[in-house]
């Protein structure tokens, strides 16, 4: 018995004449804002958005960058923006580096054999119920 195995499953299938459903959404949906800009905003602003709405449409269903879709591209560029980016960068001088030595090995030679004995015990002993 022989079966057929689906070839390009990688392509969206043209719904609508030679565009997807995706591209049809996007082109429609971006010539509705620029219909609702003309009907609502005053004519010399809408001049400026207008063309801002097909372009965006028109890059959205059509462009690709990278290899993928401009929508991956639109979305880290808003995740980018909207993420705090402050980065800070502490130098450690030469004079602090050794003191942190120091306190580590003050505390290890406090610890002596009865405070490990004891503390090895805690460790043993602890309920599980109480984590």
């Known amino acids: 018995m022989q079966f ?15 565009l997807t459903f995706k ?3 996007y ?13 609502f905003l005053p004519t010399f602003i809408a001049l400026f958005v207008v063309p ?8 959205l269903a059509f462009m690709r960058y990278n290899d993928k879709p401009f929508i991956f591209t639109l979305e880290a560029f808003i995740r980018y923006y909207a993420r705090d980016r402050l980065y800070l960068w ?6 602090e580096a050794p003191l942190i030595k120091r306190e580590v090995e003050t505390e290890r030679a406090t610890m002596t ?9 805690s460790l043993d002993v602890i309920d599980p119920k109480q984590l």
């Open 90 to 95: 502490h130098k450690q001088t030469q004079k």
């Open 4 to 18: 057929k195995v689906p070839q390009f499953i990688d392509i969206e299938d043209k719904v609508f004449g030679p």
């Open 27 to 39: 082109l429609a949906g971006s010539a509705g804002l620029a219909y609702l800009a003309m009907k």
């Open 23 to 25: 591209q049809f959404a």
């Open 52 to 59: 801002a709405f097909a372009g965006l449409g028109l890059a």
């Open 113 to 121: 054999d009865s405070k490990l004995k004891t503390l090895s015990w």
